[in-house]
Each structure stands twice: as C-alpha cells, then as structure tokens.
C-alpha cells in the first residue's frame, strides 16, 4: 500500500492573502474522503475537523481549500457554491474526480444555530448522524432533504464525488459549534464509521 502524503497547491494570492488547495492521498484510497472546501478563514474550523476526521479513520483521504486574507474577507473572496466546484478548476480535486468514493463527509459552516445533516445519502443515514449528533452537541440537530443547505444537488462536489452520486454526506454547523465543539462532532462521525453507518 502506498503511503498517504500531503499537497499543496496554491491557487490564488492576494497582497495580504492567499486561497490554497489541499490534497491528503495515497493515490489509491477509494473508501473515505472528508472534505472543507471553504476552510481556513471562510469557515473557520473545518478544514481542522478535517483533518482530524482524516487522521482518525483507518482509510480516509482529505481534500480541502483554505482561504485566508489579513484585510479583506475570505468568505467573500473564497465561497463559490458547493455546486460550482470543478476539476479544471481545482486541480488536486481533479486528481481525485473520478475515483468514486464509498463515503464523502463535508464539513460546512452555517450562518445560525443549528446543525443541519444533508447531502445525497439516503435518508436513514442521515437519520442516524443526526441522532448521534444530537447527543455530542448542545445545537439543534435536522436532517435535511431540500432548501439551501441540503446539498442534495448531484452539482455539489460531496455528491459527485461519491459512488454513483449516493454516498454525500453534508454537515452544516453553526460557528460555535464549529468553534467550541469540533471535537465531539469528529469524534461522532469517527464512531458512526466504525459502527458501519458510514
């Protein structure tokens, strides 16, 4: 087996700033990807949940792009729609395009207090995250199937990138959740992966 390394590619760079892909692979891996497309300061926090999901699952790489600016603001330099992500435009996504994961976790943040499940998974799983969420945060937990943030579009990244499109799940969490509980959410979803949910 091919041991996993990290990349780097620089994308954007602002006078105070800059906007950076990241790629954590071994080239092969089919069975997990955990991703934090709007990372460092656009949505703190999950970028590093992340990552940590990544290091603590046996089979997992990580993809991510992290913006960060000392005067302007990365969320609005560096927030395109989940579902405008592309491999021409991202190239260590493209390396990782077409390899169908089994599971895709996406880390998100949201603008209220809550944590929204989503994604194109099927329902049950979703039911299940969120139960499971629901006992490791102090935020309300849904799942979610349709309105903004259900990340059900087979155009969101978390989607196509899975196996046949069904194997998106999306996190939406609010910034202190994100902030205060980042931990008790990987450590949720390290537990329902091992407990084959996913």
């Not at 139960?131 to 259900?150: N, Q, W």
């Amino acid at each position: 087996m091919t041991r996993a390394t990290v990349r780097t590619h620089r994308l954007e760079k602002t006078d105070t700033g800059h906007y950076t892909e990241l790629l954590y692979d071994d080239g092969a891996n089919d069975e997990v990807l955990v991703c934090a497309a709007h990372g460092g300061q656009v949505e703190p926090w999950t970028a590093e949940q992340a990552i940590a999901l990544t290091t603590r699952l046996p089979s997992a790489s990580c993809w991510a792009c992290l913006g960060y600016d000392d005067q302007r603001k990365p969320f609005e330099l560096w927030h395109p729609p989940s579902s405008s992500f592309s491999p021409e435009a991202y190239p260590l996504l493209g390396e990782i395009a077409d390899r169908g994961f089994e599971t895709v976790v996406s880390f998100h943040g949201l603008g209220d207090d809550r944590v929204l499940v989503g994604g194109a998974t099927d329902a049950e799983t979703k039911r299940r995250v969120s139960d499971r969420l629901e006992t490791a945060v102090s935020a309300p937990v849904e799942s979610v199937s349709s309105g903004p943030y259900a990340g059900v579009s087979p155009n969101n990244f978390v989607n196509w990138l899975s196996r046949d499109g069904a194997g998106g799940l999306q996190l939406e969490q609010s910034r202190a959740v994100r902030d205060e509980e980042r931990v008790a959410v990987v450590g949720a979803l390290e537990a329902l992966r091992s407990d084959g949910v996913l």
